[in-house]
Nanobody, 121 residues
């Protein structure tokens, strides 16, 4: 079994910062792209940032220059550093990872449980 466990959400004032973490565990063989998505009430889930196994990253235009995605391959963990947060960043943030488990030959997408980020004064 493969699990993604997120942490780090919460309430922050506009202009503040938060750091999200997501650790993969279980019967892991290889992890490909890892990333973060978010979903606000009434909206579709959208990609925020993604990072490949060699740390090449891409970002949604709305977060470029404010958010930084990184990963620690030794810890099977992906991070999202969020700075200069705005009220429109309020959403549930989901971790996503493309993982091949030890008892499989193909990669599958896995999702974390989601963590709430609220930006409000």
């Amino acid at each position: 079994q493969v699990q993604l466990v997120e942490s780090g959400g919460g309430l922050v004032q506009p202009g503040g910062s938060l750091r999200l973490s997501c650790a993969a565990s279980g019967s892991l063989f290889s992890i490909g792209v890892m990333g973060w998505y978010r979903q606000a009430p009434g909206n579709q889930r959208e990609l925020v940032a993604a990072i490949g196994s060699t740390s090449s990253a891409n970002y949604a235009d709305s977060v470029k220059g404010r958010f930084t995605v990184s990963r620690d391959n030794a810890k099977n963990t992906v991070y999202l550093q969020m700075n200069s947060l705005k009220p429109e960043d309020t959403a549930v943030y989901y971790c996503n990872a493309n993982i091949r488990s030890r008892d499989d030959f193909v990669y599958h997408d896995y999702w974390g449980q989601g963590t709430q980020v609220t930006v409000s004064s």
